[in-house]
C-alpha cells in the first residue's frame, strides 16, 4: 500500500510532531509512506532503513496513493493540511473534536475575514455569525469552545480515526453515516534518570514531587492545582511541584504562584526540549493532568506519564473518563474540585504503597493497550479499506450496514494473543514434569560422574529453571544446546520431546565428538557434539535447521563479538523457533551490595591460574545487564517473551536484603534483581543492526 502522511514533523514544537514521529515508523513495517510537510522548515530525517520519504505537500498528487492520511491538530502548521484535506478527501485523524482555532488560522490570520464568517455561518446559528461580526469589529475573541468548526472536515472525510470511545460518540453525533474507527493513542514508556533530574532541581528522595506538563493553558485546571497545593503545603511541608511549559501569555502563572504564597514550594520551567520534558516526568511521583473544558482530545503527556509508571490524577471527562479507574484517580470538574485534588495528593504522599501500586498498573495497562507496534498495524489494516473498517479478509462475507447506522470498530479486532510464553506452553503439556521430577531427571544423568554431580547441585535451580522456560518439542524439531556439559542436554529429549538434540563446544571447527551417558534407571543418551568458536566461526549448520537453541552461561565468556553468536544463532533458528538463554546478572542484589561495599559487582571476574599442563578454564570477560540482553535480541531480530532474573541457589540469600530498602526508600525498581538472567526470544525476521549501539562502540 502507498500511503500519503499530511503532518508536521519535528523540530516543529507540536505534540503531533511527536506522534508522528512514534507511530510513522511503525506504519511504515507494513506500508510505503511518503510525508507531506509545508516546506517552511527543515524535518529531522527519519532513519534511512525504514523508506519513508518527506515531500513538499506541493508535489502532492493523489492519484500516486492508495490512501491518504490528514493529520489535525489546533495550530498554524496544520493549515496547509486543512486546505489539502478540504480539496482531496482522505482518512481525518482527530485528535480533538473541536478544530476552531485551526480555521482561525487558516482565515483570520491570513486577514480573511470574509472566510471566518463563511465558516461560521455554515455551521453555527444566527446568533453565532451575530457573535464572529462582533469578532471581526474586534469587539471580542472567537467563541473557541462554543463553536468547535469542524463541520468541513467532516464532510470531506471519506473516515475518521479518532483515539476514544467519548470521541467515536461525538463523532456520530455530528456525522451520521461517516466510517469512525477507534484506534488507541500510543504510548511511550522511555528511560529517564529520575534521581539525576531531582538532583538539577535540588531535591533528593524525601520531597515528593508533582508535575504539570505543556502548555500553560487555565483549562489545566492550574489554579484549582494551585490551590490544592497551597493546603498539602501545610501537612507535608517537604512536597514540591514543578509546571513545566509555556506560560500562556493571558495566564501568568508566576504571578499567581506569588499571590498564593507557593514560590518557595512550585518552581515554574519554561518550554523544555522533549527529552528533558520526558526527564522531569520521570522525576515526578505525582502528574496532574486536569483539564475542563475537553473537546474530546487524548493527551500524550498523560500517556507517556503513565508507561512511566506515575501515578496520574486526570478530570473525569471527555476521553479521560474512558480511562480504567484502576490506573489513575479522576477528579469531578465543579464544586468540591480543589477538595478533592488536595486528597488525592495528600493520600498519594502519605501512602507511597498506593502510590506505587497505581503507578505499576498504569505502567502495565500501556504496555499491553497502547504498544506502538499494535498501533501501527491497526492504522496500516484500517487505512487498507477505511470504507469498510478494517482488513478486508476479516469482514469477508459480513453484510455491510446501512448508510445510516455507520460502523464503528477498533479499526481491527484486537491483535490474537501471542502463542503462550515457553514457561507456560511447557506447563500447559500433560507429560511436562514438575520442578521436583525435572531435579531428579538431572541428577539421574550425572549419577556417575562425581564432579558433575557437585556442578548439578550447586547449580540445580538454574538448570531446572531452563528446561521449564525452553518450549516442548515434537518428534520432527531439533534442538541445539551451546556449551553442552551434558547436564540437562539428555533432558531435551527425554523430558521435552525433541526428536533431535545436538550439542556443541569450543574447539577446532569440524571436529565432532559422539558422547554417551546412562541415566541412573539405564537409559541411554547419545548425542554429537559439534566443535567449533561460537563468535568466530560459521557453524556447522543449515539455515533454519533448529527449532530451539539453548545458549546457558556461554555468553558472558565471549571476548570480541557476542553479536556474531547472535547473527548465527538467527540463521539456524527457522523463524518462530526459540532462542533460550541465561547469563549472569551484573545488577543483581550482589552487584549493588558488592558496589557499595568497594567491591567488585561480577559474580565471577577473578583471573584463573593455570592448570598444570598450562590450560586455564575460561573466565567471565563481560558480564550483562538485562537490558543488555534485550538489546542483543532484539539486535538480532528476535521477540523477547520472557526476560526475567532467578537466584543460582535452592533459596534466595537474605543477606542482601538491605539492598531492597535502599531500592525502595529511592523508588528503584526491584524486579530483574536476582543473580541469573532468563530470556527467551521469538525468531520474528532478520538480523536488525549488526553492531547496536547499546554494545559497540561506533555502533548504531
Known amino acids: 500500500m502507498k500511503l500519503a502522511v499530511f503532518t508536521p514533523l519535528r523540530p516543529v514544537k507540536s505534540g503531533i510532531a511527536d506522534y508522528s514521529a512514534a507511530l510513522l515508523p511503525e506504519i511504515a513495517r507494513h506500508a510505503e509512506v511518503t510525508v507531506f510537510v509545508d516546506g517552511a522548515y527543515e524535518p529531522e530525517p527519519f532513519p534511512p532503513e525504514l523508506g519513508i520519504r518527506v515531500r513538499n505537500f506541493r508535489e502532492y498528487r493523489p492519484e500516486e496513493f492508495d490512501e491518504t492520511l490528514y493529520q489535525f491538530g489546533n495550530n498554524p502548521f496544520h493549515i496547509y493540511v486543512y486546505d489539502t484535506a478540504l480539496r482531496h478527501p482522505g482518512v481525518a485523524l482527530l485528535h480533538e473534536l473541536n478544530l476552531h482555532h485551526l480555521v482561525a488560522d487558516a482565515t483570520i490570520k491570513r486577514d480573511d475575514w470574509d472566510g471566518y464568517l463563511r465558516e461560521v455561518a455554515y455551521e453555527g446559528t444566527p446568533e453565532d455569525v451575530a457573535f464572529s461580526r462582533r469578532v471581526r469589529a474586534l469587539e471580542v475573541g472567537p467563541d473557541y469552545e462554543g463553536l468547535l468548526l469542524n463541520k468541513r472536515v467532516l464532510e470531506a472525510a471519506k473516515a475518521v480515526i479518532v483515539h476514544s470511545d467519548y470521541m467515536v460518540e461525538r463523532v456520530r453525533e455530528a456525522a451520521a453515516g461517516l466510517p469512525v474507527h477507534r484506534i488507541p493513542h500510543g504510548a511511550w514508556i522511555p528511560e529517564v534518570d529520575r534521581l539525576r533530574y531531582r538532583a538539577k532541581l535540588g531535591l533528593d528522595e524525601t520531597n515528593p514531587l508533582i508535575g504539570i506538563f505543556g502548555f ?30 509555556e506560560e500562556h501569555p493571558e495566564f501568568p502563572v508566576r504571578r499567581m504562584v506569588d499571590d498564593l504564597g507557593l514560590s518557595e514550594y512550585v518552581r515554574h520551567i519554561d518550554y523544555a526540549p522533549i527529552d528533558d520534558f520526558v526527564q522531569y516526568l520521570g522525576a515526578c511521583d505525582i502528574c496532574l493532568n486536569l483539564r475542563y473544558p475537553s473537546v474530546g482530545e487524548t493527551s500524550g503527556t498523560l500517556l507517556r506519564a503513565l508507561g512511566l509508571g506515575r501515578a496520574v490524577i486526570v478530570s473525569d471527562v471527555g476521553a479521560f473518563a474512558d480511562l480504567p479507574d484502576e490506573v489513575c484517580l479522576k477528579v469531578p470538574v465543579g464544586p468540591g474540585e480543589t477538595d478533592l485534588i488536595f486528597e488525592y495528593l495528600n493520600l498519594l504522599i502519605a501512602r507511597p504503597e498506593v502510590r506505587q501500586a497505581l503507578g505499576a498498573r498504569a505502567r502495565d495497562y500501556v504496555a499491553r493497550e497502547c504498544a506502538w507496534g499494535a498501533v501501527g498495524l491497526r492504522f496500516a489494516e484500517t487505512l487498507r479499506n477505511p470504507l469498510l473498517g478494517g482488513a478486508e479478509d476479516l469482514l469477508a462475507g459480513v453484510p455491510e450496514k446501512p448508510a445510516e447506522e455507520p460502523e464503528v470498530v477498533d479499526a481491527i479486532p484486537e491483535p490474537a494473543p501471542p502463542p503462550p510464553e515457553p514457561a507456560q506452553e511447557a506447563a500447559s503439556t500433560e507429560d511436562t514434569p514438575d520442578s521436583a521430577e525435572l531435579a531428579e531427571e538431572i541428577r539421574s544423568w550425572v549419577h556417575d560422574r562425581a564432579n558433575d554431580a557437585v556442578y548439578v547441585e550447586t547449580h540445580l535451580t538454574r538448570l531446572v529453571r531452563t528446561l521449564e522456560l525452553t518450549p516442548p518439542g515434537g518428534a520432527d524439531d531439533s534442538a541445539l544446546e551451546m556449551g553442552a556439559y551434558l547436564h540437562i542436554t539428555p533432558a531435551l529429549q527425554t523430558r521435552l520431546g525433541y526428536g533431535e538434540v545436538r550439542g556443541c563446544y569450543l574447539g577446532p571447527v569440524g571436529k565432532i565428538d559422539r558422547r554417551r551417558v546412562t541415566s541412573s534407571s539405564g537409559a541411554a543418551f547419545e548425542c554429537e557434539i559439534d566443535h567449533f568458536d561460537a563468535e568466530k566461526d560459521r557453524y556447522p549448520y543449515p539455515e533454519d535447521r533448529f527449532a530451539t537453541v539453548l545458549c546457558c552461561e556461554l555468553l558472558e565468556h565471549l571476548y ?13 533458528i527457522r523463524p518462530g523457533g526459540h532462542l533460550v538463554l541465561s547469563t549472569p546478572n551484573v545488577c543483581s542484589r550482589r552487584a549493588i551490595a558488592a558496589m557499595l561495599l568497594n567491591y567488585h559487582p561480577g559474580l565471577f ?16 570477560a563481560r558480564e550483562y545487564a538485562p537490558r543488555d540482553v534485550q538489546a542483543l535480541f532484539e539486535a538480532a531480530g528476535f521477540e523477547i517473551v520472557r526476560l526475567e532474573t532467578a537466584p543460582y541457589l535452592e533459596r534466595r540469600s537474605l543477606e542482601h536484603a538491605w539492598v531492597d530498602h535502599l531500592l525502595d526508600r529511592y523508588e528503584l525498581p526491584k524486579t530483574l534483581r536476582d543473580d541469573a538472567i532468563f530470556a527467551v526470544g521469538r525468531k520474528v525476521g532478520p538480523v536488525r543492526s549488526r553492531y547496536p549501539a547499546d554494545l559497540y562502540v561506533g555502533g548504531e
Open 216 to 245: 500553560l493553558k487555565p483549562y489545566k485546571r492550574i489554579r484549582e492545582s494551585l490551590r490544592a497545593m497551597r493546603r498539602l503545603v501545610r501537612v507535608e511541608p517537604r512536597a514540591r511541584m514543578i509546571l513545566v511549559g
Open 560 to 572: 570480541e563479538d557476542p553479536m556474531h553468536l547472535m547473527q548465527e544463532l538467527n540463521r539456524v
Open 605 to 620: 571476574h577473578h583471573y584463573v591460574i593455570p592448570d598444570e599442563e598450562g590450560k586455564r578454564d575460561p573466565r567471565h
